[in-house]
């Protein structure tokens, strides 16, 4: 299902989760093995969602079992369907297809039963506090919490509140049904949270049938049961949430009364309900970035950036279009495991993954950036040849392509210094400099501008016995790269970098915020020429532009008439020293 797996299929995977999953397994626990991946649809989808997805459906596919996609759609406000259509297409990108698409919504009836049974057992209360004075009353990590005077309802007064507050009969936030636990816990969460709010907003799926919505914890664990989700896998910052995960599964046991579960078998979904087991992990967090969707949100409505998908994103939907490939992300997963600890890690594994990825891949092409004509004065102005270069110099298996070659051709004006630095390797006046695939080259005279700027080196060619091997009698040290003036095709060539100057952007020090660190040289966008095969790209077709870097032909903007690429990524770390 997955387009590329780093490690060979025979190597099984040594994770602590894997590990857990297999001892599950050998102990009889499950027939098989079910994971979700659950989006709240509040946003879209970043590079730390793509670690959740690689191993929910990683695992899925691993140990033969089914993975779905749920959206935990229970909080309608910050909800915007435009978001689901974005989810779902980026895991397809990365290559996963979910068992059954789910919402939390399609559960709302299930768990309105399964709260009344928390009410009818004495497990559940209706509150009258307002959320502020809950809050107030929950007590510190050194103090306990009061006791609401409504905790002591009786189960009739309880059952009819809640009817009612179903019913659309109170105001937003008057009321709260909250589990009935212990006011005193180490665990916060465990005094007594807030299982349903009133909040009387439109639903996207459900419309105007429900006032109330179930809270995250108490949806999220039934869902999961409701699923038959033997493994629930999320972030860290769950883990204190794992004893409510708990209680609300077993306190509500829809094993034990499937009766709960009716409405969907009448629905026609397939009952499945299990004893879920939730595992934490750690999540991805990388320097240079920022990766909550409330700070990409404003990024975007600051108009900081180009949108969601602006390339310097790390949304999925950015990290696509800058030329991030499925299996690149992957690698980087594979490589960083699964662990308990989060830290902050170095951006440049991601971009070593996509370069290790690129490398292997990617087709080479020959594009000049900054162009300098340059004319080979001993070739016929009419002459027109054709080179048959290798698409990848490791994978011959990528075949050839035809580049044409010209009397006038443009190479990089970096390639040329009139004063060349110490150790310049490339074309000075009255130097030599290979061409690829196509001879030797010597600079006999630059022409310059009325303000002394070379425009035009007028150079002598030599086409060698065998062009491009070594072995020809003249010994050259460089080589640069070039792009036929009559063939090349002109191209927007968007170089972009790091969106951030300074490795934490928020780490607020002297009162700043990532906002006053953007790197304003993150996207420069420059005129220059590539080869022929270079134009014919599909969009999302990545080459390695030789000496320049790795590049992909624009998602929505490259056209092989008006080529637009994209930098993915540097040939090189070029950050390493700079920081
Ligand atoms: P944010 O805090 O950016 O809004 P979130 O955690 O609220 O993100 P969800 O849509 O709730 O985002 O996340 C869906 C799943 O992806 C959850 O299981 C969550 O644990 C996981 N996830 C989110 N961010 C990361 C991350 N940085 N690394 C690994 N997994 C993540
Ligand atoms: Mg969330």
Request: charged fraction near 30%.
């Amino acid at each position: 299902m997955t387009t590329s797996e780093p490690q060979s299929e025979t190597t099984p995977r040594q994770d602590f989760i894997r590990q857990a999953i297999r001892d599950d397994l050998a102990a009889g626990r499950h027939a098989s093995i079910r994971t979700r991946f659950p989006p709240e649809p509040n946003g879209y989808l970043h590079i730390g969602h793509a670690k959740a997805i690689a191993l929910n459906f990683g695992i899925a596919n691993e140990f033969g079992g089914r993975c779905n996609l749920r959206l935990d759609d229970t909080n309608p406000a910050k909800e915007d369907p435009g978001y689901v259509a974005a989810i779902m297409e980026d895991v397809h990108w990365l290559g996963y297809e979910w068992a059954s698409l789910r919402h939390a919504s399609d559960y709302f009836e299930e768990l309105y039963l399964a709260a009344e049974k928390l009410i009818r057992q004495g497990d559940a209360y209706v509150d009258d506090l307002t959320p502020e004075e809950i809050r107030a009353w929950r007590g510190s990590l050194t103090e306990p919490g009061r006791q609401s005077p409504y905790r002591n309802r009786n189960v009739e007064e309880n059952l009819d509140l809640f009817r009612r507050m179903r019913a659309g009969e109170f105001a937003d936030a008057s009321r709260t049904l909250r589990a009935k636990i212990d006011m005193a816990s180490d665990n916060m969460n465990l005094r007594d949270p807030a299982l349903y709010r009133i909040k009387k907003v439109r639903h996207p799926h459900t419309g105007d049938t429900w006032p109330i919505y179930p809270m995250y914890d108490f949806a999220h664990s039934l869902s999961d049961a409701i699923e038959g989700i033997t493994h629930s896998l999320c972030t860290l910052e769950f883990e204190d949430h794992r004893p409510l995960y708990d209680w609300c599964i077993d306190k509500v046991d829809l094993a034990g009364n499937p009766a709960l579960l009716r409405p969907l078998l009448d629905s026609g979904i397939p009952l499945e309900a299990g004893r879920p087991r939730q595992i934490e992990f750690s999540r991805l967090n990388f320097n240079f970035l920022v990766l909550s969707k409330r700070k990409l949100l404003a990024l975007v409505e600051d108009g900081l950036v180009d949108g969601w998908d602006d390339p310097r994103m790390p949304t999925l939907q950015g990290i696509r279009r800058r030329g991030y490939t499925p299996s690149a992300l992957k690698l980087m997963v594979e490589r960083l495991g699964i662990g308990k600890q989060n830290s902050l890690l170095d951006i440049s594994i991601l971009e070593g993954a996509l370069r290790d990825d690129l490398d292997a891949t990617a087709p080479r092409r020959m594009a000049v950036i900054d162009p300098l004509r340059m004319v080979l004065t001993n070739i016929d102005a009419d002459h027109e040849g054709t080179l048959f270069l290798p698409n990848h110099p490791k994978d011959a298996a990528q075949g050839e392509r035809e580049v044409p070659f010209s009397r006038e051709l443009w190479i990089d004006r970096e390639d040329f210094a009139e004063v060349p630095p110490p150790g310049f390797k490339r074309l000075t006046v009255g130097g030599d400099v290979r061409l690829r695939g196509a001879g030797i080259v010597r600079c006999d005279e630059v022409v310059k501008d009325a303000a002394s700027n070379v425009i035009e080196l007028l150079c002598t060619h030599d086409p060698e016995p065998c062009p491009g091997i070594e072995g020809s009698s003249r010994k050259v040290k460089g080589t640069i790269h070039w792009v036929s003036a009559k063939h090349g095709v002109p191209a927007e060539i968007r170089l972009y970098d790091r969106l951030f100057t300074v490795p934490d952007p928020d780490a607020g020090e002297d009162g700043k915020t990532y906002r006053d660190h953007l790197n304003l040289e993150s996207c420069r966008s420059l005129r220059g020429y590539v080869e022929p095969a270079a134009a014919k790209a599909t969009p999302e077709q990545s080459f390695q532009f030789e000496r320049t870097g790795y590049f992909v032909a624009d998602r929505f903007d490259h056209h092989p008439s008006a080529p637009v690429f994209n930098r993915s990524v540097a040939l090189r770390d070029t950050w390493a020293r700079r920081v």
